[in-house]
C-alpha cells in the first residue's frame, strides 16, 4: 500500500515499556491528533497477540511482519507509538522517516529493568535472542533508536503527566520550525 508520504506525523520510538503507547495516546488527545499504535495494528493485521506471534513465528518472521504493518501506513497529522523492535527494520525506520518526525523517548536502563520486571515479559513479547541478556540488548538497540531519532525526550524520573507536557512541547516545536 502506498502511504502517505509527508512528514506530518510524529513517531515515538523507544525501549520496551518506555511510554511510546502510554504517553502517545495522551499527547494524541492533548493535540487532538489521531493516535496510531503499529502493535494493534500488527495483531489486527496477523489476528493474535503479539507474544503468541512471536512465539508461532520467531525473531526473523515477526520483524518482517512488524516491518510490513509499519510500511503499510497511510496517515497524516497522527502520534505513532512503534514496538520498542521496530528499530531492527531498516525499510521500517526509512519509511517512518519519510512520514513522520521520529521522536526517541530515552530511558535508563536501571529504569527499563524496573519496569520489565513489573511486566509479564513472556506475554508482553520482547524480541531478543534467547542467549541475549537485558542490558546486551539495551546497547544494541540505544545505538539504533539514537541513529533514527529527529528529536530525544528524557523518559526516566518524569510521571506519565509530566512526560506527556515534555512530548506535546517537543512536537509543538518541531510544527513550528517546519
Ligand atoms: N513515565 C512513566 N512513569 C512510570 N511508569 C510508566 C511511565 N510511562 C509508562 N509507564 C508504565 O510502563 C509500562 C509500559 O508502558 P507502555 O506500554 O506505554 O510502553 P511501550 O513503550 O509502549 O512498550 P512496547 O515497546 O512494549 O510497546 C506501563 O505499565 C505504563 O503504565
Ligand atoms: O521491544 C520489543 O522487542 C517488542 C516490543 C513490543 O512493542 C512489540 O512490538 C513486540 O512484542 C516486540
Ligand atoms: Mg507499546
Redesign the pocket.
Known amino acids: 500500500m502506498s502511504g502517505i508520504r509527508n512528514k506530518s506525523n510524529i513517531a515515538l520510538i ?11 495516546v495522551i499527547v494524541a488527545e492533548a493535540l487532538n491528533r489521531p493516535f496510531i499504535d503499529t ?1 494493534s495494528i500488527i495483531q489486527e493485521i496477523n489476528g493474535k497477540p503479539l507474544w503468541r506471534l512471536l512465539e508461532d513465528e520467531g525473531r526473523e518472521q515477526f520483524l518482517m511482519l512488524e516491518s510490513d504493518a509499519v510500511c503499510s501506513l497511510s496517515c497524516a497529522n497522527s502520534v505513532i ?4 523492535s521496530v528499530v531492527y527494520s531498516e525499510k521500517a525506520m526509512e519509511f517512518l522517516k519519510s512520514i513522520a518526525d521520529i521522536v526517541f ?1 530515552e530511558i535508563s536502563y536501571p529504569a527499563v529493568a524496573k ?1 520489565l520486571a ?2 509479564d515479559i513472556q506475554k ?1 513479547g ?1 524480541v531478543m535472542h534467547n542467549e541475549k541478556k537485558l542490558l546486551e540488548l539495551y546497547e544494541e538497540r540505544d545505538r539504533l533508536y539514537r541513529k533514527y531519532a529527529d528529536y530525544t525526550v528524557a ?1 526516566d524520573e ?3 503527566e509530566e ?1 506527556a507536557a515534555r512530548l506535546i512541547d517537543v512536537i509543538r516545536k518541531s510544527t513550528a520550525e517546519e
Open positions: 523507544g525501549m520496551p515499556a518506555c511510554g511510546k503507547s502510554t504517553i502517545g502493535d507509538a512503534t514496538g520498542g523517548m519496569r513489573h511486566l508482553r520482547v523518559a518524569r510521571t506519565v512526560l
